[in-house]
């Protein structure tokens, strides 16, 4: 075995494991046991995962290498350890979306997303820890308890992917899963000096996703470098025809893009609204310094005005809420999950009510009551209609921008990781968090975050969002992976190898 | 502006299933209210001849082959089901005088 690998197995890149697997260097069951071994050590602290299925992950890394073994074809992921999200079902693996409700429900089924890992030959570790159905930016709102940063263990991880980003930093897993309704895979990325991408809406199948907002929902890759999210998805994206909103078309050639990592000539548009007041110093100097970078790279930059962003967290908090209301609607204590209340006397729907005060946690009940408020009568046509106009006027700003520039960038986030609780009884100041991050999703295309080093005053991670336009995905792995590149070059390393040591 | 009173966040739970405690209902109406006023914002813009948008990507029509394909597992299901018996759901009574 070379000596690259052994002790420092955890902290090396998929691709560079795939490599060395192919090459007889390392086994995926060494990898497999390293992770879990890593698992063993440091999650009491971390707390990303809420499940983890050690025999069925070691079986399937033995299964590869045997496979492997015996000369068969595999794809550049086989053998490679993942962490998922706890919204994807995996068929009898408990999946609780974070919530009580779900508390020992397993899946009959697989989503795609998993169908397509385990075709792939991943091996699935666990299921990683989330704010409860997604609601929320920091894991706070989990049924099961915070996951905490591995930056510093007294802050958050961000939200609501925050399981998945911080099995990352934290060395437990190469890879991870998340979904990103309003920037529950981009927030928790930048928070954590990790990379995440929002593909575009349709690009990856959401049959068999716990629904949080059906028409905003978009599952995503999460890893410690481009190439690394690149090859990811690759193996998840392309139509499924279990999900009626799944795009027929070809999908964009992300690992090229990742691997040319050329911006010379590209046209590249700095948000106006997006970066001013309000973001930390630290978070705008970081961001400043790394478009200079791509300036340097050769790239066109110029600065673009979409003016109807501000008013993109109104829409969400109108049209999210709305759709979560009628997705949640499905958790009545009849069919799984929890049921409460049930003592031969109760009505149907007596016991419904109790089953879901007792089931869902706080965030959950106020957007429950929000979306119920915003599609009554009476104030349909003022919220909920209203916030479907500005949705028409968010994706109508983009549409301009790209008409002048190839991608747009921002900071991920107004600031780095805050401390947990904070925030957490505040759901105004919670849901500003997502301010960069929810026009990508209420337009439907493509975002990713890369990191861009450490904000001065704190020391803690900062993420620079990139926005292509619907299937221009290739276009942020270009942008993501010369960055990275620059950035690589000049700390020596990326940027998760300065994690202090847990 | 728009103050959610008490009584309608009883509505409100009342429609949405929820049996809060009166505690919740108290809190619940103080940071709705605050949460309405932010996203009301929304209709400053957006004037009479803006269309709506329901669904980023808009794909009509999405079909797909009829054919058999395997189902659910039965016992698997009723592995998940909280109650029961005789090979279905047991659920509360559906009507009654209340």
Same mark, same amino acid.
């Given at each position: 075995?070379?000596?690259?690998?052994?002790?420092?197995?955890?902290?090396? =890149?998929?691709?560079?494991?795939?490599? +060395?697997?192919?090459?007889?260097?390392?086994?995926?069951?060494?990898?497999?046991?390293?992770?879990?071994?890593?698992?063993?050590?440091?999650?009491?602290?971390?707390?990303?995962?809420?499940?983890?299925?050690?025999?069925?992950?070691?079986?399937?890394?033995?299964?590869?290498?045997?496979?492997?073994?015996?000369?068969?074809?595999?794809?550049?992921?086989?053998?490679?350890?993942?962490?998922?999200?706890?919204?994807?079902?995996?068929?009898?693996?408990?999946?609780?979306?974070?919530? &009580?409700?779900?508390?020992?429900?397993?899946?009959?089924?697989? /989503?795609?997303?998993?169908?397509?890992?385990?075709?792939?030959?991943?091996?699935?570790?666990?299921?990683?820890?989330?704010?409860?159905?997604?609601?929320?930016?920091?894991?706070?709102?989990?049924?099961?308890?915070?996951?905490?940063?591995?930056?510093?263990?007294? #802050?958050?991880?961000?939200?609501?992917?925050?399981?998945?980003?911080?099995?990352?930093?934290?060395?437990?897993?190469?890879?991870?899963?998340?979904?990103?309704?309003?920037?529950?895979?981009?927030?928790?990325?930048?928070?954590?000096?990790?990379?995440?991408?929002?593909?575009?809406?349709?690009?990856? =199948?959401?049959?068999?996703?716990?629904?949080?907002?059906?028409?905003?929902?978009?599952?995503?890759?999460?890893?410690?470098?481009?190439?690394? +999210?690149?090859?990811?998805?690759?193996?998840?994206?392309?139509?499924?025809?279990?999900?009626?909103?799944?795009?027929?078309?070809?999908?964009?050639?992300?690992?090229?893009?990742? %691997?040319?990592?050329?911006? &010379?000539?590209? %046209?590249?548009?700095?948000?106006?609204?997006?970066?001013?007041?309000?973001?930390?110093?630290?978070?705008?100097?970081?961001?400043?310094?790394?478009?200079?970078?791509?300036?340097?790279?050769?790239?066109?930059?110029?600065?673009?005005?979409?003016?109807?962003?501000?008013?993109?967290?109104?829409?969400?908090?109108?049209?999210?809420?709305?759709?979560?209301? =009628?997705?949640?609607?499905?958790?009545?204590?009849? #069919?799984?999950?929890?049921?409460?209340?049930?003592?031969?006397?109760?009505?149907?729907?007596?016991?419904?009510? #109790?089953?879901?005060?007792?089931?869902?946690?706080?965030?959950?009940?106020? #957007?429950?009551?929000?979306?119920?408020?915003?599609?009554? =009568?009476?104030?349909?046509?003022?919220?909920?209609?209203?916030?479907?106009?500005?949705?028409?006027?968010?994706? %109508?700003?983009?549409?301009?921008?790209?008409?002048?520039?190839?991608?747009?960038?921002?900071?991920?986030?107004?600031?780095?990781?805050?401390?947990?609780?904070?925030?957490?009884?505040?759901?105004?100041?919670?849901?500003?968090?997502?301010?960069?991050?929810?026009?990508?999703?209420?337009?439907?295309?493509?975002?990713?975050?890369?990191?861009?080093?450490? /904000?001065?005053?704190?020391?803690?991670?900062?993420?620079?969002?990139?926005?292509?336009?619907?299937?221009?995905?290739?276009?942020?792995?270009?942008?993501?992976?010369?960055?990275?590149?620059?950035?690589?070059? %000049?700390?020596?390393?990326?940027?998760?190898?300065?994690?202090?040591?847990? | 502006?728009?103050?959610?009173?008490? @009584?309608?966040?009883?509505?409100?739970?009342?429609?949405?299933?929820?049996?809060? !405690?009166?505690?919740?209902?108290?809190?619940?109406?103080?940071?709705?209210?605050?949460?309405?006023?932010?996203? @009301?914002?929304?209709?400053?813009? @957006?004037?009479?001849?803006?269309?709506?948008?329901?669904?980023?990507?808009?794909? !009509?029509?999405?079909?797909?082959?009829?054919?058999?394909?395997?189902?659910?597992?039965?016992?698997?299901? @009723?592995?998940?089901?909280?109650?029961?018996?005789?090979?279905?759901?047991?659920?509360?009574?559906?009507?009654?005088?209340?």
């Amino acid at each position: 075995m070379a000596p690259v690998m052994d002790s420092d197995l955890v902290r090396q =890149s998929a691709a560079t494991l795939s490599a +060395a697997m192919q090459a007889g260097e390392v086994t995926s069951v060494q990898v497999t046991e390293a992770c879990l071994a890593r698992i063993e050590e440091v999650d009491d602290k971390v707390h990303a995962f809420l499940h983890v299925d050690r025999e069925t992950a070691l079986a399937t890394a033995a299964d590869i290498d045997t496979r492997r073994a015996a000369g068969a074809e595999l794809g550049p992921l086989a053998g490679i350890p993942l962490a998922l999200k706890d919204v994807f079902t995996m068929r009898g693996v408990p999946t609780t979306c974070g919530s &009580r409700i779900l508390a020992d429900w397993r899946p009959p089924y697989d /989503s795609t997303v998993v169908e397509r890992l385990r075709a792939a030959g991943v091996v699935i570790l666990g299921k990683t820890n989330m704010d409860e159905f997604a609601m929320g930016s920091s894991t706070e709102h989990s049924g099961y308890g915070p996951t905490h940063n591995p930056w510093d263990l007294e #802050r958050i991880p961000g939200g609501s992917g925050g399981g998945s980003s911080a099995a990352l930093a934290a060395f437990e897993a190469p890879l991870a899963m998340g979904t990103d309704t309003g920037g529950s895979i981009r927030q928790p990325a930048a928070v954590t000096g990790t990379v995440g991408v929002k593909p575009t809406y349709g690009g990856v =199948s959401r049959y068999g996703l716990v629904a949080l907002a059906s028409s905003l929902d978009q599952a995503g890759p999460c890893a410690r470098t481009v190439l690394d +999210a690149a090859l990811l998805h690759e193996v998840i994206a392309g139509h499924d025809p279990r999900d009626s909103t799944s795009i027929d078309a070809p999908v964009p050639d992300v690992v090229a893009a990742a %691997r040319s990592g050329d911006v &010379r000539g590209m %046209r590249i548009g700095l948000v106006r609204e997006l970066g001013g007041e309000g973001y930390q110093q630290g978070v705008r100097q970081r961001f400043d310094e790394a478009v200079a970078i791509l300036t340097d790279l050769g790239a066109d930059v110029v600065e673009v005005s979409c003016p109807n962003f501000e008013y993109a967290l109104g829409a969400y908090y109108l049209i999210l809420p709305a759709e979560a209301s =009628s997705n949640l609607a499905r958790f009545d204590g009849m #069919r799984y999950g929890l049921r409460a209340g049930d003592d031969g006397d109760a009505s149907v729907e007596e016991v419904m009510s #109790r089953t879901r005060e007792a089931g869902f946690g706080a965030e959950v009940k106020r #957007r429950i009551m929000l979306g119920t408020y915003s599609l009554s =009568s009476g104030y349909y046509d003022a919220y909920y209609g209203q916030a479907q106009k500005v949705r028409t006027l968010i994706a %109508r700003d983009f549409a301009a921008a790209f008409e002048q520039v190839d991608v747009l960038v921002s900071p991920t986030t107004p600031t780095t990781a805050f401390r947990l609780g904070e925030k957490l009884d505040d759901p105004l100041a919670m849901y500003l968090n997502d301010i960069a991050t929810i026009p990508v999703n209420l337009a439907g295309n493509c975002a990713m975050s890369v990191p861009v080093g450490l /904000s001065p005053e704190d020391g803690l991670p900062v993420g620079l969002q990139i926005m292509a336009p619907a299937l221009g995905d290739d276009r942020l792995y270009r942008v993501g992976s010369a960055l990275e590149a620059a950035l690589v070059d %000049r700390w020596g390393h990326v940027l998760t190898e300065e994690v202090p040591a847990l | 502006m728009a103050a959610i009173t008490r @009584a309608e966040v009883e509505h409100l739970a009342r429609l949405a299933r929820l049996e809060l !405690t009166e505690g919740e209902i108290d809190h619940y109406a103080e940071q709705l209210s605050a949460i309405v006023d932010a996203v @009301a914002r929304v209709s400053e813009v @957006a004037a009479q001849d803006i269309p709506p948008t329901s669904h980023p990507i808009p794909v !009509t029509n999405t079909f797909r082959p009829d054919v058999v394909r395997p189902g659910v597992d039965r016992d698997e299901i @009723a592995a998940g089901a909280p109650a029961w018996e005789d090979d279905r759901f047991r659920v509360p009574r559906i009507l009654g005088e209340s």
